[in-house]
């Protein structure tokens, strides 16, 4: 851990400006779970040049759609620890600041020029970039910023410049965005859309609102998938209070900061925290001491556990079936038109929430994938057989890795198959029958009315 040094401390005890480094250099994945390793992970601050294996195909492969769900990027806290001074982090956008990016400032004058794009409803009235000295609650930082710069650019060597998968005269109808109603994604959204596609013409740009952040649309009405979420919620409380050390920890930091050890429970501070850890700040003291390492390496510890138990109860696997279900329908929908010839809607984005991406993970059967991180991308890629024009193959990337055979419906594939993808019809049967087998269903409809055995 390198430490740099600190202002002297005042009279009262207190440091006005700390700058500690908090946040080891960690270079190779240790063996056990270490959970400043995995908040390291989950910080995602932009350093090296990532590899991907995105755009990876046999030569006479042709690679014919990629649909694109991202989380935001890095963001400033929405809970506050109650009588601590708010971390000083600053959201105006600054290139000589780091992280950077090279065309930083090139985005932000793009982005002043964006009143031409269309917005559905309250998209409009969003700022396109963050611009407050001090962060607002969930507002999107530089880091984030950074980070969907450098996610366009990474698809944009890959798919415009070598698939061709757009080509410069490409059309409104071929781009397909959606966000939530939040500055963060939209912001995320156009970071990542200016590096993908730089300069782009404002007037091709539709970008759709939407209000659900599990992208149901108009198919939201679904009382089983409440009914297993309010389970899942169960077994986190009943896992929470089990843990003594956690307990214990919350009693030490609600006795620091002088608030009942509910109220600092319920301002969920692993948030803050972490917010603290991803920016090298140091963590909030208070004349009777300071929050410290250890305190957020027991409440990331059993961020992680819970993690680890919600996928052994399964009670989240059912929750994500039925969240998910009506996204993962309309990008199948949308795969099979392209795979009959129509030439829309070839790249999509869908700007979300870690609460997005973690149940289609789940769904998926991608059990081994970590939470979220933040400007975490899932691509599904769509490719077309040279060889027999009429086959089509999906492969599924989660922040660049390949999971496409990690998916509880293409498992079995590879070991009997030669080809390195997984053939459409899998992912559609998955999608149009096999998500309900578990509910003894076969229609979504029914799987959401269908009380269990």
Excluded at 70 to 90: E, S
Excluded at 396 to 421: E, H, W
Aim: some cysteine; charged content about 25%.
């Amino acid at each position: 851990v390198h430490l740099i040094p600190v202002n002297p401390i005042r009279e009262d005890g207190l440091n006005p400006k700390s700058r500690k480094r908090i946040m080891p250099d960690l270079l190779t994945e240790p063996p056990v779970v270490d959970p400043v390793y995995e908040a390291h992970v989950y910080c995602n601050i932009p350093t090296i040049a990532e590899r991907s294996m995105e755009g990876h195909a046999p030569h006479y492969f042709k690679l014919v759609s990629a649909q694109v769900l991202i989380r935001h990027g890095d963001r400033y806290p929405l809970y506050a620890i109650p009588k601590t001074k708010r971390p000083d982090i600053d959201c105006m956008l600054l290139p000589s600041r780091k992280p950077s990016h090279p065309q930083l400032e090139a985005f932000i004058k793009h982005m002043s020029k964006g009143s031409a794009a269309q917005m559905d409803g309250s998209l409009s009235s969003l700022p396109r970039y963050p611009s407050h000295s001090l962060c607002e609650m969930g507002e999107l930082t530089q880091t984030g910023v950074v980070q969907h710069l450098r996610n366009g650019q990474l698809l944009r060597d890959i798919y415009i410049i070598k698939h061709k998968l757009l080509l410069s005269d490409w059309t409104a109808k071929q781009l397909y965005l959606e966000t939530t109603g939040k500055s963060r994604t939209l912001q995320s959204a156009l970071a990542l859309l200016y590096t993908f596609l730089p300069d782009f013409d404002w007037k091709k740009i539709n970008m759709r609102h939407q209000w659900s952040t599990i992208f149901c649309s108009g198919s939201c009405d679904c009382p089983m998938r409440n009914h297993y979420l309010e389970e899942e919620q169960r077994r986190q409380y009943s896992l929470r209070v089990k843990n003594s050390d956690l307990e214990k920890i919350y009693v030490d930091m609600a006795k620091i900061v002088g608030i009942p050890t509910r109220q600092l429970r319920a301002s969920n501070p692993i948030d803050s925290l972490l917010c603290y850890f991803c920016h090298n700040v140091s963590f909030p003291c208070t004349k009777a001491g300071c929050i410290g390492m250890e305190h957020f390496k027991v409440i990331k510890r059993h961020q992680l556990e819970d993690e680890r138990e919600r996928q052994e109860k399964k009670l989240y696997f059912l929750y994500a079936l039925l969240a998910t279900h009506p996204l993962l329908n309309q990008t199948v929908n949308r795969l099979q038109r392209i795979a009959e010839g129509k030439k829309e809607e070839v790249f999509v984005l869908y700007s979300a929430h870690d609460v997005t991406l973690s149940p289609v993970l789940s769904a998926l059967g991608v059990t081994e994938a970590r939470f979220p991180r933040f400007a975490a991308r899932l691509v599904f890629e769509l490719w077309q057989d040279g060889k027999r024009p009429k086959e089509h193959f999906i492969r599924i990337l989660y922040n660049g890795a390949d999971v496409t055979f990690q998916t509880s419906f293409c498992k079995d594939y590879y070991k009997r198959f030669s080809k390195p993808m997984c053939p459409l019809e899998k992912f559609v049967s998955f999608v149009k029958r096999d998500m309900f087998l578990v509910f003894n269903s076969t229609s979504y409809y029914d799987a959401c009315r269908r009380r269990p055995l």
